[in-house]
């Protein structure tokens, strides 16, 4: 029987570069990871593939997992919900692979709260005005949407002490470094 994996979660506001370090951190096959795909109810953005960056569900199928138990945190956020889907945490950890969520910060005291032996990341800007830079640079959101998003952000900035470990994504490489050295240690 493989050795149990570790739940590793990856968190930290909206517009800090957790998907960018994230794919950085899947290239390293030593690691062992199995990155979660979390579910959603909002559509596609341009290049996003359903299965690989979101499983793109309906209202109907969203309520379904939750009436079954199936997600271990969910939120929502400008009127779309996301969550992650237990069972398939479930079976990666079974079968010896660390598992990575990447997910916002209530979610994640979502999951501490089920899972306390879960490693938590809180990924942080360099500054404010970076992270702003981000999100206004994606010019995939309306200005209230961009708006919501800083808004949540300036409070997400002050969760980063109810995390294990708090790594500055000033430099992706450095910070996916740091975060890999983590992950080894556990």
Partial sequence: MATKGHLFILSGP??????????????????????????????????????????????????????????????????????????????????????????????TMEVLAKCPDAISIYLMPPSFAALEARIRGRSTESEEIIEQRLAKARHELTMGDKYKYRVENDDVLRAASEIAAIIKAA
């Fill in 14 to 107: 909206s517009g800090v570069g957790k998907g960018t370090v994230r794919k950085e951190l899947m290239k390293d096959p030593s690691l062992r990871l199995f990155y979660s795909v979390s579910m959603t109810t909002r559509s596609p953005r341009p290049g996003e593939v359903d299965g690989k960056d979101y499983y793109f569900v309906t209202p109907e199928q969203f309520d379904d997992n939750l009436r079954r138990g199936n997600l271990l945190e969910w939120a929502e956020f400008v009127g779309n919900r996301y969550g992650t889907p237990k069972d398939k945490v479930e079976e990666m950890l079974c079968s010896g692979k660390n598992v990575l969520l990447e997910i916002e910060v209530n979610g």
